[in-house]
């Protein structure tokens, strides 16, 4: 598929992400702070380090792609916008209305995310982020957690067929990956490490009867029914404060610039014209000062919320799982209940 082609579908996704989270951080971009450098030249136009970075800003996290793919394309959409750019100039579409029109939305959001690199970022300190790991690390080091696989198949009948074959020999691995129906399939139905209370109640009340290395009867939930093996239980342990840093500093940015946002709100005039509009907005802004207000109320330094890839806090992991092991490793969010 051509790039650009490939974009398209980034584009919408770019679009929201910006509405809804402040600028995610650019992890495989390279670092500009020492040495701008130059890394393509189009036309005469230089694309630098700074502009790369930038872009990775307002793409996000590109979990599509391979980690060591994401420098290249970002590179790559820098080349093919300014191309575009540079016909658009010369076909004189920057004395159109529609250019005008564009110009003053992205310079509010150019406005926006130099507020937050400039005034927000910048009050996140190192010991706010210590603070913050030690509590969620402390209610990780508290918890039991365990680590299992299952087989999930639409009956009773094909999971029982599913305990014939293990019976006779065959690798619980490969029985998930050809007929598993949720999306551990793809890791041989590995769902990482979980609390308890994290699962559905009949999965979890049969996951933790088990011994380590037993296999379940077939287990009935509202997704179907489910053989269970449990690989490992373990007393929690947190990541390393290094590898969880980047996300305890994205939750803690987040969470400041909402906060933030809900200040200039309160002080700020804004008038919504559509009555439609204005009712849904204000059933919106409850649940975002509720949401706030609970914040708030927890223990200070609290991480729990969203995890690194800038997804909404309502659908993300509690945060011992952010602490307890990487995130992307397994399928577990299908069996999940959703965070309230």
């Known amino acids: 598929m051509p790039m650009?082609?490939?974009l398209l579908s980034f584009a919408?996704?770019?679009a929201v992400a910006a509405v809804l989270t402040v600028p995610a951080l650019a992890q495989d971009a390279p670092d500009q702070s020492k040495e701008e450098k130059v890394v393509a030249v189009v036309n005469g136009h230089e694309i630098k380090t700074s502009e790369v970075q930038m872009a990775a800003e307002d793409m996000g996290q590109l979990p599509e792609l391979p980690a060591k793919l994401r420098y290249p394309f970002i590179v790559e959409y820098l080349v093919e916008r300014h191309l575009l750019a540079q016909a658009a100039v010369k076909e004189g579409i920057?004395?159109?209305?529609e250019y005008?029109?564009?110009?003053?939305?992205?310079?509010?959001?150019?406005l926006r995310d130099a507020y937050f690199a400039q005034v927000i970022a910048p009050t996140i300190t190192e010991d706010e982020m210590k603070k913050a790991y030690d509590t969620e690390a402390a209610k990780v080091e508290e918890t039991e957690r365990v680590r299992a696989r299952h087989i999930l198949v639409k009956s009773e009948q094909e999971a029982k067929q599913m305990l014939e074959r293990l019976k006779k020999g065959?690798?619980?691995?490969?029985?998930?990956?050809?007929?598993?129906?949720d999306g551990s399939k793809e890791y041989g139905g590995d769902l990482g490490y979980f609390s308890e209370g994290e699962m559905?109640?009949?999965?979890?009340?049969?996951?933790?009867a088990l011994k380590t290395g037993e296999v379940s009867q077939p287990v009935k939930t509202n997704f179907g029914w489910h053989v269970i093996k449990l690989?490992?239980?373990k007393k929690g342990a947190a990541q390393p404060y290094d590898q969880v840093k980047p996300a305890i500093r994205t939750i803690r940015r987040r969470k400041k610039t909402q906060e933030r946002i809900m200040q200039l709100r309160r002080a700020s005039k804004v008038e919504l014209k559509d009555p439609d509009l204005e009712k849904f907005a204000a059933e919106a802004r409850k649940v975002r000062e509720q949401y706030l207000a609970k914040q708030k109320a927890n223990a200070q330094g609290e991480t729990a919320g969203a995890p690194a890839n800038g997804a909404p806090a309502a659908g993300a992991p509690a945060a011992p799982d952010l602490l307890d092991e990487p995130l992307g490793a397994s399928g577990k969010s299908d069996l999940q209940i959703p965070q309230q």
Do not use: G, H, M, T
């Open 170 to 181: 065959e690798k619980f691995e490969d029985l998930a990956k050809k007929y598993s129906l």
């Open 200 to 208: 559905v109640p009949e999965f979890s009340k049969a996951v933790f």
């Open 94 to 97: 920057a004395d159109s209305e």
């Open 100 to 110: 005008k029109r564009r110009l003053a939305l992205y310079q509010a959001k150019a």
């Open 4 to 6: 650009i082609d490939r």
């Open 231 to 233: 690989e490992d239980r």
């Open 12 to 14: 919408v996704i770019s």
